[in-house]
């Protein structure tokens, strides 16, 4: 087995690989099927390359990624760090958000069934219900901590306001949300409250959904079972507009002999020491591409050419439909 470079996400989190695998796109979400034993052998070539943190949810399916991952993880329990999420109806992210506490409870049990464990390491609430207070939902989660069924608890895509009223009932360990060279409002608010409290940031999505590999055009289609396909930002005109984004990208990788998605996974990790980004793909080859970002260490004159060329670039089109932006943030 190999090692990456390791990284805490926050003060008191687990310290896992500076980059995770991202497992939802192994038969979920982007018109991906990988046969089983194909996603089975990718999971375990990724452990042998170093990595330890594995990010799944039982919405991914629903239920069957986390069957997958706990399958293939098995044989390695205690080297790995498997994350997994609750907070939508029967698991199935149609039919809007349920962070009931029984519920909360319900799907730790069934997830600790399908995963083939004894504890989940990092336990997310998958979006805030609005319904639910948060004092309620950390308050479960404190109590799962107590009885040794969940290590560490995390928040996916909640803002500031959620973010310090579950942190002061329980700890959170990770806020996972979407981040990357196009997506970059964690910035603003969400950045400086992570570093004051001491909170990781698990950052989805990391490559753009595939745009910054470079590897799109404004011929590019997508399946009917993509989530991409009703994406405003994947737009034939969208994807035109923002080719600027990987141009910069591709200029500074050729300076480095590497790639465009391995100088934005570097630029990401550049951020902030407690930021693990968490690409996924159903390629060997692209795993081995985006782990070379891990080991780029990119030059603070690289990082100014990148800002100064992310000043100049605005990028065009919505990063979801409205229903579904009505879900982050919040």
Not at 58 to 85: C, H, M, S, W
Not at 190 to 195: R, V
Not at 217 to 228: H, I, M, N
């Amino acid at each position: 087995m190999k090692t990456l470079p390791q990284r805490r996400l926050g003060k008191n989190g687990p310290v896992v690989s500076a980059l995770g695998f991202g497992c939802m796109g192994l038969n979920y979400g982007y018109g991906t099927q990988l046969g089983k034993q194909d996603a089975i052998d990718l999971l375990r070539a990724a452990f042998e390359r170093g990595v330890t943190l594995f990010d799944t949810a039982e919405a991914y399916g629903p239920f069957t990624n986390e069957e997958l991952v706990g399958e293939a993880l098995a044989p390695v329990r205690d080297q790995v760090v498997i994350a997994t999420k609750f907070g939508f109806s029967d698991g199935d992210s149609n039919k809007g958000q349920d962070s009931r506490p029984e519920r909360i409870r319900a799907v730790c049990e069934a997830s600790l069934k399908r995963l083939r464990t004894d504890r989940l390491d990092l336990f997310y609430q998958h979006r805030v219900d609005t319904q639910i207070p948060m004092e309620d939902v950390a308050g479960t989660v404190k109590d799962l901590v107590a009885q040794g069924k969940v290590l560490h608890f995390g928040l996916s895509e909640a803002g500031v306001g959620s973010i310090r009223r579950a942190h002061a009932v329980h700890p959170v360990a990770a806020l996972q949300s979407e981040y990357s060279m196009w997506w970059r409002e964690p910035e603003k608010e969400i950045l400086p409250t992570l570093e004051e409290l001491g909170i990781g940031f698990v950052p989805f999505a990391p490559l753009g959904k595939g745009f910054l590999t470079g590897k799109m055009s404004a011929e590019t289609t997508f399946a009917k079972d993509d989530f991409r396909s009703i994406v405003p930002r994947f737009s034939p005109e969208a994807l035109k507009a923002n080719q600027a984004l990987v141009d910069l990208l591709a200029r500074v990788a050729a300076a480095r002999h590497a790639t465009p998605a391995q100088v934005a996974l570097a630029w990401l990790l550049a951020q902030r020491p407690w930021i693990v980004p968490i690409p996924g793909t159903t390629k060997l080859h692209r795993l081995d591409e985006n782990l070379g970002g891990a080991e780029l260490s990119l030059t603070r004159d690289e990082l100014q050419q990148i800002a100064e060329g992310l000043k100049n670039i605005q990028v065009v089109g919505e990063r979801y439909p409205a229903h579904l932006a009505a879900r982050a943030g919040r």
